[in-house]
């Protein structure tokens, strides 16, 4: 298993932008972006593939979010056009689960960092 170190977190107004990073202490297959708000469950957000740099997202942000990746075992979520509803606390998972935005699977987890999307 990897440790996991997330920063970037914060609070914005709405239609800002904000970057998380999330750096893996060694290699690992993927790393996904899951989020929690409070009383809702844990949404699967987007994933990368870090071999080759395959992005995935949830449908609730595509066309607003970006993840990438660097060669340093780090992956990164561009958050732009940011929404209330985009309100929640932001965690890293890395591993290799069947389905990427799926929890499941995934053995690594970070700590969490809140993001809070002001009206």
């Known amino acids: 298993q990897v440790r996991l170190t997330e920063s970037g977190g914060g609070s914005v107004q709405a239609g800002g932008s904000l970057r998380l990073s999330c750096r893996a202490s060694g290699y690992t297959r993927n790393i996904g972006w899951f989020r929690q708000a409070p009383g809702k469950g844990r949404e699967g957000v987007a994933a990368?593939?870090?071999?080759?740099?395959?992005p995935f997202y949830a449908g609730t942000v595509m066309g607003r979010f970006t993840i990438s990746r660097d060669n340093y075992n780090t992956a990164y979520l561009q958050m732009t056009r940011l929404k209330p509803e985009d309100t929640a606390m932001y965690y890293c998972a890395a591993g290799s689960p069947e389905r990427l935005l799926n929890s499941d699977g995934y053995n690594s987890w970070g700590q969490g960092t809140q993001v809070t999307v002001n009206t």
């Open positions: 990368i593939a870090m071999s080759d740099g395959s």
